[in-house]
DNA sequence: TTGTTCATATAGATTTCCTATGGATAGACG
DNA sequence: CGTCTATCCATAGGAAATCTATATGAACAA
């Protein structure tokens, strides 16, 4: 098992984030692992590629701007095709989660 | 999200699947994929990888033999390193749970 | 001026999974 | 008898996601 991320979740995890408002990508990252009370570790290298594909998939959309902290940032947003895939990620990743709680039950012994 | 399983889920599966008794490759995933109500689906191709990995890892010990249908099977069993890298797997992916739980929590609307 | 935090990004390695393929045998069905 | 389907094992090759490591640079504190 993974140490920092379920794989395969991160996408979600991120246009989940940005559901509640433009983020920059720095900032992403930290607010999953406050919000997740630092149970989830986001890496550099695994944030920016993801950003990546969803920019290149059309699910959020970049600026470039300045930070709170006067630094230059490119601000995330997400689309409605965005929050589309959100929710076929939400249903798929319920779906199997679903599927390995119920193999996971614990074994009743004899 | 993957349209099979949730990736990096798949050795804990199979370990808890062992955890009833041993079974041989094709019994195991047929196990999880009705005790998952075919929530879960198990590609031969992830399967067997996934039997050598546990093998060399001295997490199942295998061995050859008939099935009830007369064919020439290889059935796993668990071991004790693996029922212990089971819990770790377990707390593990616990662990990741919570924390996608908690980022993926309602939006609160203003 | 030195170090730390903030911030973006890529290259490369690793791992895992899926698709596709290649066997082989048992038993059902015609 | 021949063919088809289900059972069973296994690997090769490719695709995808993640992590480690590295590079760059600005702002700010000491």
């Known amino acids: ?43 550099e ?3 920016y590629p993801a950003l990546q594909r969803l920019l290149r998939e059309g699910w959020v ?9 006067n630094r230059k940032v490119r601000t995330y947003l997400i689309t409605p095709e965005g929050r589309a895939q959100l929710e076929r990620e939400v249903s798929s990743f319920e779906r199997l989660m679903k599927g390995i709680t119920q193999v996971m039950k614990p074994v009743e012994e004899a």
Chains 1, 2 share one sequence.
């Open 61 to 69: 959309t970049a600026e470039w701007g300045v930070s709170a902290r």
């Open 1 to 43: 098992m993974n140490k920092d991320l379920l794989p395969g979740t991160l996408e979600m995890l991120v246009l989940q984030t940005l559901l509640r408002g433009p983020l920059h990508g720095y900032a992403i990252a930290q607010s999953i692992e406050q919000v997740s009370d630092d149970l989830l570790q986001v890496e």
């Open 45 to 47: 290298g695994s944030l």
